[in-house]
């Protein structure tokens, strides 16, 4: 069983202040994009392998640039390999390890990611690759979620242990409204814009409000299970608060997922659905196919990460007048009736986007790990995340970036979620990266069973069930 030392100190993640999360960027309608063969996917030996999830949009278009500037800066080439989200999950895990592992590959913090790989060896320290300088410029907690001790998956965010990621984006996770489907329902936007106190009831009699207008209320796309799982998170954190959920998620002080708030959260999930404000092929849809639905004018709420300008460049129509013109956010619907400071805490990705480097890089030569350590380096850049943000709107780490650029109604739109989270009094992290990985896919499943039937006190029971074995099984 797990020690209580290593369990205290998770306590750290409880927090006040930014917690770092998983950020999913959409899945189009194909099941995957790239995955060659040979050292780390590349045709060239010679050149640095890089793996990520920009298949879409402005991200795709913001890699680009961030390859020709680093091969303009140094000379060194980079090959990239794209995958969409849930392949590459199983993709990076198969191929690390391996000589199919590429030099450096974007992973997320968390013990269900970068942790797992932290403890079998599959990535090496990167202390001294950022200066200190570039260090200085982070948002500390963008730093601090990719540290750990070697071989202790759950020494994730101490403020010891050594560093295994470069932090450049970050992401708050808020529910997306479109204004026209609101003002066409009868409700005011403006009631909405940023708000962190609509309580449970007022989010019901809104999402009735456009049922009776003829909308889909919530349109959400669970084919690939990541997507309700976010909903699954927020609920859970806003129905017993992020201390109780991390509590329960490692077995300190008595908590349990079988706990009454976290039955009520997946009520209330199963409520939304049983009324008929998600749409009925919640689980048949992808996320792209129901951001397209959002766009177009179909649904009144949809959730996303502050990563959703690279959705609209892909998925919506070129009428569509984007954020915040067509639609704004506001934050997960509070119950205060359940847990006092409900509307106080949040949800989030600090930092949502890191590279790491594979310990198959190190065994390709001291001159080609050089290589690949610039590359790292070059994304705690100015210049890297300057061009980053630019293209894809997207928080980045580094704060000076936003005294560098002047910024479009977009960009003060997503970057506005980062003052309301570190305003929060605390912030957590998506299941699917903060807990542990047998327990991840317990939860996952739960998502999708939820709407099928069965009973949320089970599909907890079973969670916990599987989340005490997981813990007993850490030595």
Request: include cysteine.
């Amino acid at each position: 069983m797990i020690n209580e030392e290593r369990r205290r100190a998770l306590r750290t993640i409880g927090a006040a202040g930014m917690i770092g999360l998983a950020g999913c960027s959409g899945d189009s309608n194909s099941e995957g994009d790239g995955g060659s063969s040979g050292d780390g996917g590349g045709g060239n030996s010679n050149a640095i392998s890089w793996w990520n999830l920009a298949v879409q949009g402005t991200a795709k278009e913001a890699t680009k640039k961030l390859e020709s500037m680093f091969e303009e800066q140094t000379g060194i080439q980079v090959e990239q390999t794209k995958y969409e989200n849930t392949p590459y999950k199983s993709a990076i895990s198969n191929a690390l390890g391996t000589n199919e592992a590429p030099d450096l590959f974007y992973i997320w913090p968390g013990p269900n990611r970068l942790g797992r790989y932290v403890r079998n060896g599959n990535v090496i320290p990167l202390d001294g690759v950022l200066s200190n300088k570039q260090q200085k410029a982070q948002i500390p907690d963008g730093i601090r979620g990719t540290k750990y001790k070697k071989g202790e998956i759950l020494s994730w965010r101490n403020k010891g242990g050594k560093m295994y990621s470069i932090p450049y984006d970050l992401a708050g996770i808020p529910i997306w409204y479109n204004k026209n489907v609101l003002n066409d329902a009868g409700v005011d936007p403006k009631r909405l814009q940023h708000a962190t106190d609509i309580t449970w009831s007022e989010f019901l009699d809104i999402c009735s409000k456009l049922s009776d207008a003829g909308y889909t209320a919530i349109e959400c796309g669970n084919r690939n299970r990541w997507t309700i799982g976010h909903w699954v998170s927020a609920f859970m954190i806003k129905a017993a608060g992020v201390d109780h959920y991390y509590n329960a998620a490692y077995g300190l002080k008595g908590a349990s997922l079988t706990d009454k708030p976290f039955q009520t959260a997946l009520s209330r999930l199963k409520k939304l659905y049983d009324d008929g404000y998600f749409n009925k092929d919640i689980n048949s849809l992808n996320n792209n196919e129901a951001a397209s639905l959002f766009f177009n004018g179909q649904a009144g709420f949809w959730h996303q990460g502050t990563w959703v300008s690279e959705i609209i460049s892909s998925q919506a129509p070129d009428s569509f007048a984007g954020i915040p013109d067509a639609m704004d956010y506001m934050w997960w619907p509070a119950f205060q009736d359940v847990y006092e400071n409900s509307k106080n805490e949040r949800m989030s990705v600090v930092p949502n986007s890191t590279v790491a480097i594979s310990s198959q890089a190190a065994k390709r030569g001291d001159k080609h790990l050089a290589n690949v350590k610039k590359f790292a380096s070059f994304f705690g850049s100015l210049d890297a995340q300057k061009a980053f943000f630019e293209i894809t709107g997207s928080p980045v780490t580094r704060t000076d970036v936003y005294d560098e650029v002047e910024m479009s109604p977009s960009q003060k739109t997503t970057t506005a979620t980062v003052d309301q989270l570190q305003s929060a009094d605390a912030v957590g992290m998506v299941f699917d990266v903060a807990f542990l990985p047998e327990t991840t896919e317990a939860l996952l499943s739960a998502g999708q069973e939820l709407f099928t039937g069965a009973s949320p006190p089970k599909l907890l029971q079973k969670a916990q069930k599987t989340n005490k074995k997981a813990l007993s099984n850490l030595k």
